[in-house]
């Protein structure tokens, strides 16, 4: 599903940014509580609308993916 591939590319970044402020690897599990406290909300507000729209943009005729 389109939704959980983002949200894992965004817990992805926030580890190895969080990771880099710690000077050691956070762990996946501490990475991805932290971002859902700091971060999902917003997310939640902007990327879903953004999936939904693209998923629905018809293509044109002819054209295969």
Avoid: C, N, Y
Wanted: net charge positive.
């Amino acid at each position: 599903m389109e939704l959980v591939r983002l949200q894992r590319e965004e817990v992805a970044k926030h580890k190895w940014i969080e990771s880099e402020k710690a000077g050691h690897d956070i762990g996946w599990d501490q990475a991805h509580a932290d971002w859902l406290v700091k971060h999902f909300t917003e997310w939640e507000r902007h990327v879903p609308s953004r999936v939904i729209d693209d998923a629905l943009r018809v293509r044109a005729p002819g054209r295969r993916r």
